[in-house]
């Protein structure tokens, strides 16, 4: 393919010269004359592993040359890749008006072009960006719409600077948000010699998924020097802690517990964070991450019990209430902590759960009952009770007693899932998914 690519930085320089090395006709475009001059002259503009050497074989092999200017580039290509920088402003917000300035120029030159062109945002954009912000000037600009001249589509970038050229041929995914199937597999095809998964979703998807990313990357940074910091504190080996953590790949590094949804609770989690994070301060070891997450957690059930006021009626009834399915152990269930905002707020709250049983709670399980929902034992209800007294149902274990309950809700009743349990078949529509 013939491919344009607009950015001759870290993402370009390396997307060009791999492409190049992969088969295409490669012209990178930028108004920097100094990155041009370099690639005329087959040198890398960037010091990475590996560029010099592809970038000076594209350039001898004429499969790869720069220019600046923007409206050949795009006239000799079947697509153009952006690649330009999207920096923090000074409030941290996203600058976006190097994307504009080259949204507005593809649109310009699309104007005089007829055969289609596919346009590819490969900077890192907020959702929203690429059709809220980009799609129009590309529509105002060409005078075209999109899919009419011209296809559009989002697709991040994931090489890890410094290896990116290893990277480029063995990514951990290739990511195409396009609402498009054949630009899908346009978009697919320029990526033809590269291994692993190719993922199509929607532009908006594959724009947040980099952020989710990059994100999660400095999240595991950080959890990994905080958990160390304290170990190191303590006298235990932080490497060896960190190194065992990783082995455990069913809970640990694994998809457990990594679904947007309702809270945590339970008998351990609250408790040894809390342990923790207390033991840090009387060391004077500060932890702020790990200080922030009851916090957040605690702000994920009061979110939910204003969802749940905002239906309207306070007829509603609780399907699970212990931590979680599959036991009556109640101790700092998150269920019990929204039973208790929805009662304090005025609300009629009915509870089914098969598992809990007021006469057969003993020990600290009662005591925590007792002190935090002194109400359980007056609204603990059966299941049928339950669906007839409320208009406002709230899923909030997923086990075979409350999937039999799906069906039979009625019309009158508004669901709302903090399970993904009604997220299947003929229930879809009815219910709204609390996955936030
Ligand atoms: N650096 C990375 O490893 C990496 C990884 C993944 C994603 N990203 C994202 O990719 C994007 C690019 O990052 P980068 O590090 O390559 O940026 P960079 O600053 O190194 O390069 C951006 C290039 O765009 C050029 N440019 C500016 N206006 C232009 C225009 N109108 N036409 C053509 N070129 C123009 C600049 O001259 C510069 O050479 C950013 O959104 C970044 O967040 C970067």
Redesign the pocket.
């Known amino acids: 393919m013939r491919i344009s690519i607009?950015?001759?930085?870290?993402?370009?320089?390396v997307t060009g010269a791999c492409l190049a090395k992969a088969g295409h006709i490669v012209v990178g475009?930028?108004?920097?004359r100094r990155?041009i001059e370099f690639i005329r002259q087959g040198k890398s503009?960037?010091v990475e592993e590996g560029l010099q050497e592809l970038i000076s074989e594209g350039v001898a092999a004429e499969r790869f040359c720069a220019t600046?200017d923007?409206l050949k580039a795009v006239a000799e290509t079947e697509a153009s890749l952006i690649?330009?920088?999207?920096?923090s402003l000074p409030n941290g917000s996203l600058r976006t008006d190097?994307l504009e300035?080259?949204a507005r120029?593809i649109g310009r030159s699309l104007r005089e072009k007829v055969e289609h062109h596919s346009v590819v945002v490969?900077?890192?954009?907020l959702p929203g960006t690429t059709e809220g912000l980009l799609k129009p000037i590309l529509e105002e600009e060409s005078g075209k719409k999109e899919g009419e001249g011209f296809g559009l589509s989002m697709n991040?970038?994931?090489?890890?600077?410094g290896v990116?050229v290893r990277d480029f041929g063995n990514p951990p995914m290739t990511v195409i948000g396009t609402e498009s199937q054949e630009e899908f597999e346009r978009i697919s095809s320029i990526y033809g010699s590269v291994s692993g998964e190719f993922i199509h979703c929607r532009i908006s998807t594959a724009e947040a998924i980099?952020y989710g990313c990059n994100i999660f990357h400095a999240l595991k940074i950080t959890f990994a020097n905080e958990m160390g910091m304290l170990c190191k504190r303590l006298g235990v080996d932080s490497n060896e802690v960190l190194n065992i953590i990783c082995q455990d790949k069913k809970l640990n590094i694994s998809d457990k517990y990594l679904r947007p949804g309702f809270a945590f609770g339970g008998s351990c989690l609250p408790k040894d964070l809390r342990a923790y994070t207390h033991k840090a301060r009387t060391e004077d070891v500060a932890l702020p991450v790990f200080e922030a997450v009851m916090a957040s957690n605690r702000m994920q059930i009061e979110r939910t019990a204003d969802r749940i006021m905002a239906v309207g009626s306070k007829k509603v009834a609780l399907l699970g209430v212990s931590f979680k399915e599959g036991t009556d152990d109640l101790r700092e269930s998150p269920l019990v902590a929204l039973a208790e905002i929805l009662i304090g707020r005025g609300y009629d709250l009915k509870i089914y759960d098969p598992n809990v049983e007021y006469a057969s709670l003993y020990g600290s399980n009662k005591e925590f009952i007792d002190r935090e929902l002194p109400h359980l034992k007056r609204i603990l209800v059966g299941a049928d009770e339950a669906l007839a007294h409320a208009d406002v149902l709230i899923f909030g274990h997923d086990a075979p007693a409350y999937r039999e309950l799906v069906p039979k809700v009625l019309e009158r009743h508004k669901v709302l899932d903090l399970v993904r349990i009604a997220d299947r078949g003929d229930f879809r529509g009815h219910y709204d998914g609390l996955y936030w």
């Open positions: 607009f950015g001759l930085g870290y993402v370009g320089a475009v930028d108004p920097d990155k503009p960037i600046d923007f690649c330009v920088g999207t920096p190097y300035n080259v120029e490969r900077s890192t954009v991040p970038e994931f090489l890890r600077e990116s980099k």
